[in-house]
């Protein structure tokens, strides 16, 4: 029997997750099985359990092809040097517009993600592990600009955090609804007007 070759393995995986995520964006988590997706992708149920052990395994594939890339931009522009507060202006903007391009299906396994985190352990664990290092990157920042003399003492790093995650998953819920679109306001106008009042100088960005 001849061998299969790498690149023929990458493009069957690929063939597979293309049409999971099709499966799971349109009917959900719940009510997709590993024969619907088998169908979709013109395989054998076989076939797919070569290359993923249970649906929760692939679901979680999916998301790390999908879905995890927005966060990995997040991190990216978080890590740079520079400014910190120029830093997550930059790591806001740069998820806005990663999710202006989003497909409408990848726009909603986002949202089926954290829907069925709280009854799947695994789907769980893998949203809790990748919330906790967004929340911490955003943490070390706002520390970073504190200690640096950037941002005001008395802005709370914790909470200056969560409040960044909650316009980060903002962006992901409006844009599973609806693609952005100017009669809908710019998302992170006022944020930018939030972010500016850290300054540890008291002044807007625009005056600066």
């Known amino acids: 029997m001849p061998k299969v070759s790498k690149q023929h393995e990458q493009a069957r995986r690929q063939q597979i997750l293309d049409a999971a995520a099709a499966c799971f964006a349109r009917h959900g988590f719940a009510a997709t099985s590993i024969p619907d997706i088998a169908a979709a992708s013109q395989l054998s149920v076989g076939s797919l359990y070569r290359y993923f052990t249970s649906k929760e395994d692939l679901f979680l594939a999916v998301v790390a092809d999908r879905v995890a890339v927005y966060n990995d931009a997040v991190f990216a522009e978080l890590a740079r040097a520079g400014s910190p507060l120029r830093r997550v202006r930059a790591a806001l903007r740069r998820l806005q517009r990663l999710l202006t391009s989003q497909l409408p299906d990848d726009a909603r396994l986002s949202l089926e993600l954290w829907a069925r985190a709280h009854e799947v352990e695994s789907l769980g664990a893998w949203l809790r ?18 200690l640096r003399g950037e941002i ?14 909650a316009v980060a998953d903002g962006l992901v819920v409006q844009r599973s609804c609806s693609p952005f679109h100017p009669s809908m306001g710019e998302q992170l106008k006022e944020t930018e007007r939030l972010l500016s009042s850290w300054h540890a100088d008291g002044r807007l960005q625009s005056e600066r």
């Open 152 to 165: 005001r003492r008395e802005v709370r790093a914790s909470d200056a955090a969560g409040l960044l995650m």
């Open 129 to 146: 592990d990748a919330r906790a290092r967004r929340l911490q990157a955003f943490r070390q920042v706002v520390e970073e600009g504190k």
